[in-house]
């Protein structure tokens, strides 16, 4: 039970605050259903949900990994997240510390256990007299769950129901539901408790676990938000009704609940970078390669999905080529043409992103805002970047900021701006340049959050 005495008290953010940031902090869940990577994308149930719901307020949605789930709340009202999306069960517990919104959808709790061995060649009967089929017969088990899980309270209350101990073993809070499922699969141990919708998903994964004995009644499931974030809690209220109404909403229901030749698809395709760690099929040269600019290999595979989608026979406007993209002129400057592998590709791209970078070096100090300008560059040509450098010069803005840089670039396709004196290279349509920056950087984040979250429980088994 929640001591409400010393629960933090939840600093002040509301929607007002968050739309000045431009941007909404959600602490999410790296799971099969709530937030991957799969072939390069960002995806998930409550990841596509929010996305939709940032959109609408017109701003950016931030991801925050959920690393602890027994902590999720005191980071939540510390302020390093605006909202909790992960599957959460609104209880009466955790109405004392958080709010929450309208729900999403609804679910009950189900005891998942394990089939035995040769549950295959088991008749029907023979193997449900194999399996529990009861929450009575729950006395004297062991059970596992987080302390701070809305299945501990439960065990707890059926415990006293059944009139029998039900034995309850902890585990740590960095524990997710899933990794309990894949534990029973793995006969590491025997049973647990999880959500039905999130139990059913993982019954498509691990044929030989069974999730049908319902120990609770139907419950809610909802993002969890500060008591004191009542805009942004009317907001995502008023814009759930609505949007639980569409089309959209029950296809994108469907598309992670109820659509398992997808879900199988997904989770056995090596691009599937929660089971697989791999982000594109060439992480090993990324890796090799991408020191010597020096970026992340994950920002060079975020380019590289914007350019072609880590297709290497893509071929592009103006006979672009290979994986980078490359014009004909600038690969063959780089000892590259179509016929070149997408492991050739890269090693030209290094090259001529390295020279990029040298040319913006002394004008631009800091080296995380430089990555913007050699991407632009990279994208329309380093001349129509030096344009807006320029203007943003010429008009007292900051040009070592790309925020101002930037500015005068969505701007060149005006008069005003490619007229200028200071402008040698004319029109250009920035506001493509802009958005193809923006978008790699959002995507590089992904790609980054996805490797951390997978090495983190790689140490964690």
């Not at 929640?2 to 002040?12: F, G, T």
């Not at 059926?158 to 309850?168: D, F, M, T």
């Not at 350019?307 to 080529?321: D, H």
């Not at 959002?442 to 979250?453: D, F, L, N, S």
Request: proline content about 3%; overall charge positive; aromatic content about 12%.
């Amino acid at each position: 039970m929640v001591n409400e005495s010393k629960l933090p008290r939840p600093v002040k953010k509301d929607l007002k605050e968050i739309r000045a940031d431009g941007k909404i902090k959600a602490l999410i869940n790296y799971s099969a259903t709530s937030y991957f990577i799969y072939r390069g994308q960002p995806m998930g149930f409550e990841y596509e949900l929010l996305n939709q719901y940032a959109k609408s307020q017109g701003v950016e949605l931030e991801v925050i990994p959920i690393k602890n789930m027994d902590s999720v709340f005191i980071h939540l009202n510390n302020g390093v997240g605006d909202l909790v999306a992960a599957n959460l069960t609104v209880t009466l517990d955790r109405k004392k510390q958080v709010d929450f919104s309208q729900p999403i959808l609804f679910t009950k709790q189900v005891l998942v256990q394990r089939k035995p061995e040769n549950w295959k060649k088991l008749s029907k009967k023979s193997l449900k007299d194999s399996l529990l089929n009861s929450p009575l017969e729950l006395g004297g088990k062991t059970i596992y769950v987080r302390r701070e899980s809305s299945f501990y309270e439960r065990l707890y209350s059926l415990s006293k129901e059944i009139g029998e101990k039900i034995k309850v073993e902890v585990v740590p809070g960095e524990v997710s539901m899933e990794q309990l499922i894949e534990q029973v699969a793995q006969g590491t141990i025997d049973y647990t408790v999880a959500d039905k919708n999130i139990a059913l998903v993982n019954e498509w994964q691990y044929p030989n676990i069974d999730a049908r004995v319902e120990v609770s009644n139907e419950q809610q499931i909802a993002f969890a938000l500060r008591k004191n974030s009542d805009s942004l809690t009317a907001s995502i209220n008023n814009w759930l009704k609505a949007y639980q109404k569409t089309v959209a909403f029950k296809l994108l229901y469907k598309k992670y609940y109820d659509n398992r030749s997808q879900h199988d698809k997904r989770i056995n395709d090596e691009s599937f970078t929660m089971n697989s760690g791999q982000l594109t099929p060439y992480d090993e040269t990324l890796k090799k390669y991408a020191p010597q600019i020096p970026w992340d290999w994950e920002l060079v595979a975020a380019l590289i999905y914007q350019e072609s989608k880590f297709n290497n026979s893509a071929l592009g406007w103006g006979n672009s080529f290979g994986v980078m993209q490359f014009m004909p002129l600038t690969g063959a400057k780089y000892g590259v043409d179509s016929t070149s592998s997408a492991q050739e590709n890269i090693k030209a791209g290094v090259k001529y992103i390295r020279y990029l970078s040298k040319m913006w070096e002394d004008k631009v100090t800091d080296s995380t805002e430089r990555v913007k300008y050699v991407l632009a560059s990279y994208n329309v040509g380093p001349g129509h970047v030096f344009d807006a450098y320029r203007l943003a010069q010429k008009y007292n803005k900051n040009p070592q900021l790309w925020k101002d840089v930037s500015y005068f670039l969505k701007n060149k396709s005006k008069p005003k701006y490619y007229k200028d004196e200071v402008v040698k290279h004319g029109y250009c349509k920035g506001h493509i340049t802009y958005k193809y920056v923006k978008e790699i950087m959002e995507r590089y984040q992904h790609y980054k959050t996805a490797i951390e979250t997978h090495q983190e429980v790689l140490v964690e088994r």
